[in-house]
């Protein structure tokens, strides 16, 4: 198998856009048709729910973008009947020639980020069966070194937060060590890493996780990583319009991917799609807001080049 | 029912001791009689063995010790099927009337942390039915507060992670903004949400996880932190001993429990309960080994309190 950044080069390129679909099931804003399904609320019947939503979205995304990136919490919300549920997902992802980025936060230490590493990393390896997954570094860099080492081993890839989208990721992220803040140590770590395993000079099998709510430190840490595969959060839902994300991007529209979760899957529940759609034609707004999404990446940023 | 400082405050005073015993089933390391009766090495087989390993392990400490720690990441690594054994041991636990804190060292923004929150929160309300739940801060205030929300709400806890026993623990919580490390400035956060929500000038529903390792920082800490429970990793396998830990409690014994794992869970695995039990009276050395465990900390700590 080709390494995770081949695999995501090569899908970038072939959908020719670097959007990413988040599947993230809120059971409050999928169609009451598609809940009433159910005929209870049970977690059981509920993660069927899950299931049959995010089948309906991936069959509508599958040939337009290179991956989706499920929420774990979602899913965990619903105890295990929501894992089993996950995994599907994941499986029919897959199954659908998409990538998956399992957006899971994990983070631990010593033989407990081994097994986080080798629970979720590695398509055929792991149970779970994900090409890539986010990760937290607040541990520090040997809780890193087990997920590097593994998604090395399986070929798969893993996002570290570095700076996030919300307001309160300045909290910690920004204050400053040594006049650089603590996002842009977080950053050198990670970048390191990719570039210890990147290959002839490419990206490497670390990325970072960069909201887009920060159109300037984009531009920065782009510099500062050059090895480094971006995921970048907020487009969409969050605020950030496709020109605050121009800066991720290299000059080949190549080293990001832009997650858009809610503007997307949940479409139907705005304008102007709740109009031209409404509930019955979900899956007609998800396909309609996934085009105008890849649309203005191509208009507003290098992805134009793809 | 009573909030979760105060269940577990009793807790720790109607056992005479804080130390709470991390489970993390580790396949390699469950005796082998065990391992043999699954028959055969698939995720539901592993799964069954780490449910029965955990009953095995909770039968002999349920009557000794305040709380248990399951490691999520070992139920992680087998999929589904772990899961499905997590939520078991965690019922079986509660229904041997121990308190369960789930080390699962989550963190999200927004609704995804509500989601984190309301999956893991709550005996009854939750789906998994922790009374307490890890939390990572790297995201921020605005990512810890649907925690502390959701824990006050239903009378569980969390334990925030701030100084980590592992040394990669320095790599980014050592760093020094305005003349503290970054951990005093997240220590900082969590002792405000621990003291707002304390009752009666006690203990709030909000703890801080600091390592063993470090036992000059936990007597600082405990001075700048008195509404915050501690729970404390890195007493035993990790190298810390008895003494080491003793600045983590209030002079009545309260303020902090104090997690072995491996030590005590495969304590069979070493000198000198492999010489005296051996790997068939496995649950003798687990029992062992948590009494020797409560003797240190009682002769070492102002746990002798009690």
Known sequence: MATFTER?????QMKRTPLLVGLDPRWEQIPAALRESAGDETPLSKAAVYM???RDVIDVVAPLVPAV???AAFFEQLGPAGGAA??????????????????AKRGDIGSTAVAYAEAYLGREASAWGADGLTVNPYLGDDSLE??????????AGIFVLVKTSNPGGATFQDLTFDGAPIYQHVAA???EQAAKTSTEGGYGCVGAVVGATHPEQLVDLRDLMPHTWFLVPGFGAQGADASDVAGAFDARGL???????RAIIFAYRREPYAETFGEGAWQQAVEA???HAIEQLQAATSAGQL
Chains 1, 2 share one sequence.
Do not use: H, M, W
């Open 189 to 191: 770590l990670v970048e």
């Open 289 to 291: 807001a996934t085009l």
């Open 86 to 103: 996950l995994a599907e997902v994941i499986a029919y992802a897959t199954s659908k020639n998409l990538l998956v980025i399992l957006d």
């Open 255 to 261: 080293g990001a991917v832009i997650n858009s979760s």
């Open 146 to 155: 087990p997920f590097v080492e593994v998604a090395q081993e399986r070929d």
């Open 8 to 12: 995501l080069s090569e899908a970038v």
């Open 52 to 54: 049959q939503f995010c």
């Open 69 to 71: 990136k499920p929420q």
